[in-house]
Every structure is written in C-alpha cells, then in structure tokens.
C-alpha cells in the first residue's frame, strides 16, 4: 500500500512539471495527436480544381498557418477561393488582422480558417459542400498583397496543414514548394457542345501552353471553369476567354465552344 500511495504521489509530481514544461496548448496537441489522426477530414485545397499555387508560411504566425498565391501565370486576386472540406461557415470580419474571413466548422473538433478574402459567396450560417465557393482572393485587413492565409485546427489547437492525406511543407518563402488543386475536379460542370475539327486542348489559357489533347470533331463536353487568357482569333472571332474541360483536363478557347456569348452565362471562374 505504501508503494502505491508513493507511485500516486510521484505521478501527480511528473504531470505538474509536464504542465509547467510544455504549457497547455502543447499538452493538448500531444494528448489529440493520435487522435487527430482519426478524426480529420479529407482536406482539399482552398482554390479551383487545376490551378497552381505555391505557399509560405511566417514564423511570427500565431497557429500553423500557409499562406497560398498563385504560381501558374493566373491572377490571384480575385480568384474564388473554395470549401477544403464540407461543414458549416462563419463570416466574420476584422480591420486590423485577418479582414474578411471564413471559418468552416467540419464536425469531430475540425475547423479551417480563410482569411483576407476579397468578398463572401454564402451566407454567415450556411452548410457547404467540399469544393464549393465560399469567398475571393483578397488583401483585406493587415494584408500586403492578394493571398490565401488557410489554416486547419483541431479542437482549437493549430495543427500542420495536411491536403490528401499529406503534409505540406513550411518553407520561410514562396516558390520553393507548390501545389496543384484536385479540388471540385470530380463536379459535373456546364454541358456544351464544341464545334470544329483539330481544335487542341492546352494545359492553360496560354497559346503557348502544352497540347494536352486534341478534339478531332464536334465533341460533347463539361466546363468546370472559365478564365481571361491570351486573345484568340480564328474562324472570324476574337475572344480571350478559355473554357476548363473537365474530361479532357484541360483549356480550350469559348470560340469554340457552341454558345454565342464570349464568356459562358453560368460557368463559374477559375
């Protein structure tokens, strides 16, 4: 009895200087580390679906942010920042700090973050779906340019960023690491029909892009997105706006896709 009684009290004395040594954040992060494990959604990138960005993180950063800008020539500004996972989103707004900002609680002590977005794309309440558009880009709050400050929070603890089920790296400064979005890849787009023969299908909305396919004829296709690229002129048009495909997963010009507007009504931008 008297060992047990001397075991209890040495373990009382072990947990208090665990307390003083780590500190409670540190102590909870331990104490949800396997089951943060468990618990996390399948996270996904907070931009569209093909898009390149590279990210950074700021050592004076309070929890374990990235910060994302764009790496595959597009503007990042304004670009519709997305969903990482299904749950139900927050606005808030804060003038000296993060500006417009999302939070999106995910269930199971998950929440993210999204700060400095140019504007808000759902109501303060609303369920969203994984790849769907919250907000834009922005520098809103203290900002010095166009960015996605994102975060990932387990119970309240910041926890490093994990995207498919991988880690990402923390590097002091942009264009060392980049990502690629499979964010909203699998949606089921905007049917068109494509009209012309041998018309390439380009990794981006560059003339100088890579060929990723070719359509050898009028072709039935989905559109994901459209963005403003280089000013294409053929078969008598002109139109600098470039239409996503999502089976052939890459651009073509809206000149030939089967519509008379120059940008496609409905389709949202990429």
């Not at 309070?62 to 910060?67: E, F, G, K, S």
Request: charged share 10%; with cysteine.
């Amino acid at each position: 009895m008297r060992f047990r009684r001397l075991w209890a009290v040495a373990a009382a004395v072990l947990c208090t200087l665990a307390g003083l040594l780590l500190g409670p954040a540190q102590l909870s992060a331990a104490a949800t580390s396997g089951a943060t494990l468990a618990a996390a959604p399948n996270f996904k990138a907070p931009y569209p679906c093909g898009q390149k960005w590279t990210y950074s993180h700021h050592a004076a950063e309070v929890r374990r942010a990235l910060d994302f800008v764009r790496a595959d020539g597009g503007t990042t500004n304004g670009t519709p920042v997305l969903a990482s996972a299904a749950g139900t989103a927050y606005r808030s707004y804060e003038a000296n700090g993060a500006g417009n900002y999302l939070s999106i609680e995910h269930g199971g002590g998950w929440r993210t973050y999204y700060f400095h977005l140019g504007s808000f794309s759902v109501a303060n309440g609303a369920s969203v779906a994984q790849g769907q558009q919250i907000g834009t880009t922005g520098s809103t709050g203290n900002s010095s340019g166009a960015h996605i400050h994102y975060e990932q929070l387990y119970n309240g603890v910041g926890q490093n960023i994990v995207i498919n089920g991988s880690g990402l790296a923390y590097p002091g400064s942009y264009n060392q690491y980049s990502l690629t979005s499979d964010n909203a890849c699998g949606g089921a787009g905007t049917p068109f029909m494509t009209w012309g023969s041998g018309i390439r299908v380009r990794s981006d909305a560059r003339l100088s892009a890579p060929v990723v396919t070719t359509l050898s004829g009028p072709t039935s296709v989905r559109v994901l997105c459209q963005k403003q690229g280089d000013t294409v002129n053929a078969e008598g048009y002109t139109n600098n706006w470039w239409s996503k495909l999502r089976d052939q997963n890459g651009f073509i010009s809206n000149i030939y896709i089967d519509h008379p507007s120059a940008k496609l009504p409905d389709v949202p931008l990429c």
